[in-house]
């Protein structure tokens, strides 16, 4: 609970619907858990509806004071049109969308297979701006609410290894950034959350954990304290939310460093990782 007392306007999720997409591990989950510490109403989405389903009993004796599961898939049109049409029904109306959902995957793009790029694509790229659509209008509507997007440090240069990846999640940032400042005064707050290195499904399944940066292992955070600052950041409608003060430090040092140094950087830390990995 202490984590939840430190959020500044975090009762302002009680009692409000606010779904949360990728919500069966990871920094999902762990959003999903403070929310409903919150005493918020959950709606948690996912593929895995038996993990939604132990989160959902976890969270309703937390202090959620509804849980809704829905089981979609996110990379199909359909599931996209079927989520939307779930949250259009609730009652009182949906006060925040979490889009969490995401996956990626490391190697030389000529190797990957197209059906995995494009799945890739779909979810991370075309079903977040669908949701984003969707929301931004019902939520202009009444005047209240929010956006929080989840992109990651990966944003902020070219991954060589993980090269669509890394692109989709730039484009989240600066699809993030404007959408911010088009609802800026309409009462709509839209935020753009940028985890590093974060103890989760994503960095495992990639072989990544001990991975060197600058010679020095990166350390990973907990996944709670990434959800709690970007849930932080979204309260304060902050357009962009680098999570931890080393993630922030190594950004800066990315902005000023030439491309080619990025580059072969970059290329050093995944070439010999070649794995799919999930959000």
Not at 68 to 77: G, K, M, P, R, T
Not at 98 to 105: D, K, T
Not at 240 to 250: E, H, S
Request: one cysteine or more.
């Amino acid at each position: 609970m202490g984590l939840v007392i430190n959020i500044r306007g975090m009762q302002e999720f009680r009692g409000q619907w606010v779904a949360i997409t990728g919500a069966s591990s990871g920094i999902g989950e762990k959003m999903a858990e403070i929310l409903a510490e919150a005493g918020a109403k959950l709606v948690l989405v996912a593929r895995r509806g038996d993990r939604l389903r132990k989160i959902a009993d976890r969270c309703l004796s937390t202090g959620a004071s509804e849980v809704q599961v829905i089981e979609a898939d996110l990379a199909s049109a359909s599931g996209v049109e079927k989520l939307i049409g779930e949250l259009s029904a609730l009652s009182g109306g949906l006060y925040g969308l979490v889009n969490n959902a995401g996956f990626g995957a490391t190697g030389n793009l000529d190797q990957e297979s197209w059906p995995l790029l494009d799945s890739m694509l779909e979810l991370n790229v075309r079903s977040l701006v669908r949701l984003s659509h969707w929301a931004a209008g019902a939520l202009r509507a009444q005047g209240r609410g929010g956006i929080l997007n989840v992109a990651s440090t990966a944003a902020f240069q070219p991954l060589p290894g993980m090269a669509l990846y890394g692109s989709t999640k730039a484009f989240v940032s600066t699809f993030s950034a404007a959408l911010h400042q088009e609802l800026k005064y309409s009462g709509v707050k839209v935020s753009c959350l940028h985890p590093g290195k974060t103890e989760t499904e994503f960095f495992d399944a990639a072989g990544m954990s001990g991975k060197k940066l600058f010679f020095f292992r990166i350390p990973g955070m907990s996944a709670r304290e990434v959800a709690r600052i970007g849930l932080q950041g979204w309260v304060a409608n902050r357009p962009q939310v680098v999570a931890g003060g080393l993630n922030r430090f190594i950004v800066f040092l990315t902005r000023l460093a030439p491309l080619s140094f990025q580059l072969a950087l970059a290329h050093s830390l995944f070439r010999e990782t070649e794995s799919r990995i999930s959000e």
